[in-house]
């Protein structure tokens, strides 16, 4: 028989419609590619632990449907139950296309490790598809992990390809296909899907450790944080609110923030510092140039006593060097100098428009830029110091008696969880 007519005799079992059934391509799941985590070497199993917990975690809640995370050789796979629909299928790949850790998401469905059951299946995954229909050049790329399947990948790629020529007529291009048909041999079954959407990169959120994010309502500090979580960070985020001279705008505009980065980790915390009544103190200390920095240096050393508290190793801002007055490199210094904990910048060499892209890419660009009593309006002197002088700002940090007050803020802040 040959193979168009057996793939007839194949399709004639099973009828058509949105649901994934579970024909001669298998069980239906989606397979996730790992980045840098393969190269952890000895701890590697470590970070892959942290990441299908982070997977079950986003999955929970969000996705109506029962779902199976199992580790394979290289591969995490999602099994999904029978009768899954393209709809429920695609939901999933999209989800776990927001964890950090991943680098490719498949949407593929697991045969039997039998040369023909894998024929079957790349058969009719290749003729369902919209490229087949138009007459598409493909390729067939085959990856044996488990050298005991009796086909090498270069065999199973001229069987399978032979087959979809034969069966379709399709042209093949293996320089430049526009359609691809993987098959990736596991240790206990295979692998069949075309496409994939990309991930996030980077590594599992919590395996790098946690971080404090100092949050305001612009567009840089959501993306740093962001860049953060992508290399393994779990992050809380600390805002300043003008309250009680500005209203609470600010507030529903850091929380819609966190809301929209939470996606990417969960469990996201956000702390507010009613932090008004202090910057009314700095403006009457009568250093009227310095007073940025110096509300700069305040904001850094109440963050140091709240990651204290949360167990928060580091502080997470968005300064990007030059881009105003008091991220210059002299200003940086100085509140570098306010605190002991590490200060990450991880936007610290982005340019202004390399960081609203970024900010478009997540999701965060659209709250940002809406309006709101920002805190930092209280204090706009018409020139700001950009070589502001350590001793200075210690001064007027004595005067205000800094290390109670940032305690007593501390002691202020309100939580507000998702």
């Not at 290289?74 to 999209?94: C, N, S, W, Y």
């Not at 001229?158 to 296909?177: H, K, Q, S, T």
């Not at 190793?313 to 300064?319: H, W």
Request: glycine share 8%; hydrophobic share 40%; charged share 25%.
């Amino acid at each position: 028989m040959g193979h168009g007519v057996a793939m007839k005799a194949v399709l004639s079992l099973f009828p058509g419609g949105s649901t994934m059934t579970m024909s001669a391509l298998g069980e239906p799941c989606v397979l996730l590619k790992l980045g840098e985590i393969v190269l952890k070497g000895k701890n590697r199993e470590l970070f892959e632990r942290r990441l299908i917990a982070n997977i079950r975690h986003a999955l929970e809640g969000t996705v109506d449907l029962k779902t199976d995370v199992r580790k394979r050789h290289g591969v995490i796979a999602i099994f999904l139950p029978e009768g899954t629909t393209v709809e429920q299928a695609e939901a999933v790949a999209q989800r776990v296309a927001e964890v950090p850790g991943l680098v490719w998401i498949h949407r593929a469905w697991r045969v039997a490790k039998d040369p023909e059951a894998v024929l079957k299946a790349g058969l009719e995954l290749v003729g369902e598809s919209e490229e087949a229909k138009r007459g598409a050049r493909f390729a067939v790329r085959s990856r044996r992990r488990d050298k005991r399947f009796p086909l090498r990948s270069n065999e199973l790629d001229r069987m399978v390809g032979g087959a979809i020529n034969d069966e379709y007529g399709l042209p093949v291009d293996l320089r430049n296909p526009e359609l691809t048909l993987h098959i990736e041999v596991d240790r206990d079954e295979v692998f069949v899907f075309t496409g994939g959407i990309p991930g996030q990169g980077g590594l599992p959120v919590g395996s790098s450790g946690r971080a404090l994010v100092l949050m305001s309502g612009g567009i840089d500090s959501p993306v740093a944080a962001y860049r953060m979580m992508r290399r393994g960070l779990h992050v809380d985020f600390l805002h300043f609110s003008g309250i009680p001279f500005t209203t609470s705008e600010s507030i529903y505009k850091a929380y819609a923030l966190v809301r929209k980065l939470d996606r990417f980790q969960g469990r996201s915390r956000l702390w507010v510092v009613p932090f008004g009544k202090a910057q009314q103190s700095i403006r009457t200390s009568g250093q009227d140039r310095l007073a940025v920095i110096a509300q700069r240096r305040l904001m850094l050393k109440t963050a140091e006593e709240v990651a204290h508290r949360i167990k928060a190793a580091a502080l997470v801002t968005g300064d990007a060097l030059g881009q105003v007055s008091s991220q210059t490199l002299t200003n940086i210094t100085a509140q570098d100098n306010a605190v002991d904990l590490p200060i990450l910048r991880p936007l610290v060499g982005w340019d202004k428009t390399e960081i609203m892209a970024e900010a478009r890419r997540i999701g965060t660009l659209e709250i940002s830029e809406l309006p709101d009593e920002d805190c930092c309006s209280l204090l706009a002197p018409k020139r700001a110091e950009t070589r502001a002088k350590i001793e200075d700002l210690k001064q007027i940090e004595r005067r205000l008696d800094a290390e109670e007050l940032c305690v007593q803020l501390a002691d202020s802040i309100q939580e507000y969880t998702l």
